[in-house]
């Protein structure tokens, strides 16, 4: 097979022969054309890389000294391809591992989605009551401190995932006040924290209240149902 170096294999000298196994990439017993265009390639950045080539160009034998050139040469050929296998390989493997977080957070989140959906099914929010009246009954506390944890780890999944998807060009965020943030490159992690601790603990104290536990069921109910949202949104996105 002739090659980018105007050589044949068969008429390699002996004191070459190591050319063709070190640069047989695929392993097939020949050289092919892109394995000596690549090697061919990288020759010619040297600047005595044209020397080289038209040396190995020759039919006579190769001198001692190209012999040792060339041996750095494929020394330095090698390492190269190593390192580029090994980096190929490393983002392979970043894309599998995060393709498997993206898989479990998304399990994850359905899971905590479907056990909110429960607790809403069970805590019926009461109607027709007014908002300053008390309600401290077991039943009801104990439903407003569910909704409220619901509300803090559901709102902590919608942060995350917009964190995430906010660095691809496709993603547009809804909220105004949130897309502005991050337009303008605040912290829009900070706001969403600040605002949810300071709304939890706002309900929390106010928990004996009938307009507290009422809002309470109806802040989780749109926090799982945005957290419905996104499941849907991130599966179509992997499809």
């Not at 002996?14 to 017993?29: C, E, N, P, S, T």
């Not at 050929?77 to 980096?87: G, I, K, Q, T």
């Not at 190929?88 to 905590?112: D, G, K, P, T």
Request: proline share 3%; net charge negative.
């Amino acid at each position: 097979t002739d090659g980018s170096f105007g050589i044949e294999h068969a008429e390699l000298p002996q004191a070459l022969k190591f050319v063709h196994l070190r640069l047989d990439a695929d392993g097939d017993g020949e050289l092919s054309s892109l394995e000596l265009d690549r090697f061919e390639a990288f020759v010619l950045r040297a600047s005595d890389g044209e020397q080289l080539r038209d040396s190995l160009s020759d039919d006579d034998s190769p001198s001692a000294q190209t012999i040792v050139r060339l041996q750095r040469v494929l020394d330095s050929f090698e390492a190269e391809n190593a390192v580029l296998d090994a980096n190929i390989e490393s983002a392979f493997s970043s894309v599998e591992r995060a393709e498997w977080s993206s898989y479990a957070f998304s399990v994850a989140a359905m899971l905590i989605a479907a056990l909110s959906f429960g607790h809403l099914l069970t805590a019926t929010p009461p109607r027709r009551e007014r908002w300053t009246q008390i309600d401290a009954s077991p039943d009801a506390l104990r439903s407003v401190v569910e909704s409220l944890v619901l509300i803090g780890i559901l709102s902590l999944i919608d942060l995350l995932w917009t964190t995430v998807r906010s660095t691809e060009f496709h993603f547009h965020e809804m909220n105004p006040l949130g897309s502005r943030l991050l337009l303008e490159g605040d912290s829009l992690a900070a706001f969403k924290v600040i605002s949810l601790a300071s709304s939890i603990v706002v309900l929390f104290i106010l928990r004996k209240y009938k307009g507290a536990q009422l809002a309470s069921w109806w802040a989780c109910m749109i926090c799982t149902l945005v957290t419905f949202r996104w499941i849907v949104l991130d599966s179509a996105m992997l499809s």
